[in-house]
Structures are given as C-alpha cells and as structure tokens.
C-alpha cells in the first residue's frame, strides 16, 4: 500500500503514520523524522537544515526530495509506504508525482486528517517539551505555512481523484479506524 499523510502539524500524522505502517506492513516514512534525525547526528546536511527546523519554515525542495525519495525507494521494495510530511507544497507534489510515475512508486491514496487549528495548537503545545519546534511561535509559523502552502495540495488532490478526507478529531483508535476504511478501496494490488 502506498499512502500520503496530509494534514496541519498536530493533526496527528505521526501517530496514525507509524500505525497505518505497521497495519500494511511498510515503512514509515516521515521527512520531519529523517530531517531531525540528521540534525541530532550531527551530520553535514544537519548543519544545512536545523536552521529551518527551527523557525517552522520549510527546508529547500532539493534538500527533502533527496532523502525522503531514497527512503521511499526502499519502502516500495519492500512493498509500499505511509509518507508523512512530504509532499508539503504543489512544487513538491508535482516533481514527486513525475518522479514516482516514472519509476511506478505513486501514491494510491492520499488522506488528509482534517482537524481545526484551535486542536493542533493544543496538542502542539502539550509535546513542546519534546520537540524544539514546537514553542507557541513556531507553531504558529508552522500552521501558516501549512495554511498557505500545504492546504491547496487537497486540491490538487482530489483533482487526481485520490483524496480520502477523514476527520483528524476523535479518539488515535477512532481516526486509525476511519482512515484504513477510507484507503482501502484504494489500494491497487
Ligand atoms: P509537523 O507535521 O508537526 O509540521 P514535521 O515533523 O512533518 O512536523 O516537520 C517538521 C519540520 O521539518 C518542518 O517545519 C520543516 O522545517 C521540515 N520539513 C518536513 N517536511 C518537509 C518538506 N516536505 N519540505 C520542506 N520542509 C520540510
């Protein structure tokens, strides 16, 4: 199975992306986790990122693409993936598409977990002693960019017909529940 995570930071992604993941039997495949795992390695492209990381805004495309497309190659050998933060602007959706068409890796499903800022603040809030972007003033400026780059992907989405929109509210239990049932009919083999 092959699976897009959209949603606001604090919707939930993380959580239903290592779920729905061990569910099918993938990876998953945060960009957020790769990139912060550089940083916490201490490793060249770290340096390079941590920067952005830490102000809420996004990392060059170049910089992404390239680590989230190798762990995404290795996920389709071994079956699929959940992806969860990439692709996070309309540039990043289309060289991805093109990419993935290419080698036959594309998403079969996107979901988007729909959730209101007011519930994202919240939650942010309630894990910023774990996270160093999580402070109230990059939240807000992770919400923004989420609001003027990421939401007019949905579009885009359900262009190509395969946008599953699912309420990011309710109980962990409930959402991983209501998004298998919205991918399934999507899976292709
Ligand atoms: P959240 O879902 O809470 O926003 P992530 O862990 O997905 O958090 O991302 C954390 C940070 O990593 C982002 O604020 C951004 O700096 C960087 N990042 C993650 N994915 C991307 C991406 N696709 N493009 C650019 N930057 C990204």
Known sequence: MRIVLLGAPGSGKGTQGRRLAAHFGVPHVSSGDLLREHVAAGTELGRQVSGYLDRGDLVPDDV????????????????????????RTLSQAVDAHRLAVTADVAAEAVVYLDVPDAIARDRLMGRAESRSDDTAVVAERRLAVFHDLTVPLLDYYEARGILARVDGVAAADEVFDAIVAAVVPFARR
């Open 64 to 87: 992404v693409l390239a680590i989230v497309g190798e762990a995404v190659m290795a996920g389709v050998a071994t079956g699929g993936y959940v992806l969860d933060g990439y692709p």
